[in-house]
């Protein structure tokens, strides 16, 4: 079924939100993601065909300078021949089952997924009646988000999705320069359309700024997923924060909360660079996240590998241990963590990735009473080693120490994070437990009665004194970080 602007415009407006920050920020964080903690993400599309690099093979493969340049006319030929858009019939996925990859994730600990709609090539994931370009009409010619969707619902998944639209408004420009399968003129059922020029990355608002033609194909494509798959959130990449897609961006808001409130689920928008106004949504840090706790929910969204976002040959994978650290670290700090996963071409995930989620399942199947629904602590960390505050900090991994610790409360109970590996039976000492005060916390009142390793059924010999809560831990056959939970009467 058609969506129209006037459709759009006419539930924006109906209230109870209007499109205006004023009105949006009424918003409020929905309670099951502030209990979440963990969610996954996934990049899977027409890129996942070549699977050389990263996911912006796309437009990397119509950049003369770039190793997708030259990887693509040595394996497929020049671009006037086979362009980006022949990898289409290439992407069968004959191995998809979502009920496979929902048992994984589901496996993983995860509370939400985030499927990739539409990502910067402009190939949609689902039925759309704005553009053939779409996985039901080409490619598996089935509706990949709607299966999805379907499985998800069935197991008490929450149903998310994002839209990387916006770049995609430059994303094939440079296919102009040279002779390829990019001819101009472009129409608006071309899958290149528009292929203007690319901005300057230091000046992301320079010219050419999105004309009202493909802002307006924005619009209508957004609410078009949003009014056929009802999304719990709805996640936005990059230069969506351009001043262009400001009143465009307020409508859509609009228009998704007003829906939550008929559907009676409450929606979200995450969002990257202030492209909203602060408190009309969540905020959003790509592959980083902060220094201090934060007064205000936030997500990070990282991958699990260093090096892309899809599935390639070459993949940088991080460790379990790693990822659990940065899990612990972000909700220590009142954030969520969405991990990326990318399946590869044919539909199937990869073991690595498979093995690497089901270490993460196991850990949280012990420790998850520390992360899931807990709060943050009146201190979120103590040591020596800190996560950097911004986007991109992590293409080194943190090595962190038995001294290193993080918290968060539930109920009556502070967990410990020992972040570091331990190498035996030691003493660890909490200073942010101590009875006296240290340099920027009151002394400790409460009453412990019991501390203990969550998975293991003793209690541990403890002594709180004036320099710490002095802990005896034994000897443990994880290299996996351990939770200590002590009870407080």
Same mark, same amino acid.
């Given at each position: ?16 939100? *209007? ?10 964080? =929905?309670e099951w993601f502030l209990k979440a903690k963990f969610g996954i993400f996934i990049h899977w599309g027409v890129y996942s065909? @070549?699977?050389? /690099? ?31 858009? #022949? ?18 994730f589901e496996k993983s600990g995860a509370k939400y997924i985030f499927p990739v709609a539409e990502h910067h090539d402009g ?20 509706? !990949? *988000? ?8 069935? /197991? ?28 101009? @003129? ?7 359309? =528009?292929? %203007? @020029? ?18 307006? &194909? ?9 009014? #056929? ?27 998704? +909360? ?7 689920? =409450? ?33 990070? #969204? ?8 899809? +599935?390639?040959?070459?993949?940088? +994978? $991080? ?35 498979? &093995? ?41 991994? !943190? ?18 994070? !020992? %972040? ?7 003493? *660890? ?26 998975? $293991? ?33």
């Amino acid at each position: 079924m058609s969506i129209t602007i006037e459709e759009i415009k006419r539930i924006a407006n109906q209230g109870p939100y *209007l499109p205006t920050w004023k009105s949006l920020f009424q918003y409020q964080v =929905p309670e099951w993601f502030l209990k979440a903690k963990f969610g996954i993400f996934i990049h899977w599309g027409v890129y996942s065909v @070549p699977a050389y /690099r990263n996911e912006w093979y796309s437009r990397n493969m119509y950049i003369t300078s770039h190793p997708e340049f030259q990887h693509h006319v040595k394996t497929y030929g020049e671009h006037k021949t086979f362009g980006y858009k #022949d990898f289409i019939p290439m992407f069968t996925a004959e191995k998809f089952n979502a009920k496979e990859w929902l048992a994984i994730f589901e496996k993983s600990g995860a509370k939400y997924i985030f499927p990739v709609a539409e990502h910067h090539d402009g190939f949609q994931m689902y039925q759309s009646a704005l553009s053939p370009f779409n996985a039901v009409e080409m490619g598996p010619k089935r509706d !990949i *988000l709607g299966e999805l969707k379907k499985e998800a619902e069935k /197991r008490g998944i929450h149903f998310c999705t994002s839209s990387h639209r916006a770049e995609h408004y430059f994303f094939f420009g440079h296919g102009k320069e040279f002779e390829s399968d990019i001819v101009a @003129p472009l129409t608006k059922d071309s899958l290149y359309w =528009p292929a %203007m @020029p690319e901005p300057d990355h230091q000046d992301l608002f320079s010219k050419p700024y999105p004309d009202q033609a493909f802002l307006e &194909d924005w619009l209508l494509r957004t609410a078009e997923l949003i009014r #056929d798959y009802q999304p719990e959130m709805l996640y936005f990449d990059w230069w969506i924060e351009h001043d262009s897609f400001k009143d465009y961006l307020k409508l859509i808001a609009a228009y998704y +909360y007003n829906l939550g409130v008929k559907w009676q689920k =409450p929606t979200s928008i995450c969002y990257k660079h202030d492209a909203m106004m602060f408190g009309t949504g969540i905020v959003e840090m790509e592959r980083g996240g902060f220094e201090q706790a934060q007064p205000f929910s936030w997500q990070t #969204d990282t991958a699990i590998a260093r090096n892309s976002w899809c +599935y390639t040959d070459s993949l940088a +994978y $991080k460790t379990p241990l790693e990822i659990i650290q940065t899990l612990i670290d972000v909700v220590a700090k009142n954030g969520n963590l969405l991990l990326n996963v990318g399946p590869k071409a044919d539909g199937s995930i990869a073991k690595h990735d498979q &093995d690497i989620l089901e270490t993460i399942g196991n850990w949280l199947s012990i420790n998850g009473e520390a992360i899931y629904g807990a709060k943050v602590w009146r201190k979120a960390q103590e040591g020596p080693t800190r996560q950097p505050s911004g986007q991109f900090s992590d293409s080194k991994p !943190i090595y962190y120490t038995t001294k290193d610790f993080r918290f968060t409360v539930s109920g009556n109970s502070i967990y410990v994070f !020992i %972040m570091g590996r331990l190498s035996g039976p030691e003493q *660890l000492n909490i200073k942010a437990l101590a009875t006296s005060k240290d340099q920027d916390l009151p002394e400790f009142h409460g009453i412990i009665e019991k501390v203990f390793l969550l998975g $293991k059924n003793q209690s541990l010999l403890w002594k709180q004194t004036s320099g710490g809560l002095k802990v005896e831990i034994p000897k443990v056959s994880s290299d996996l970080p351990q939770v200590l939970k002590v009870q407080v009467r």
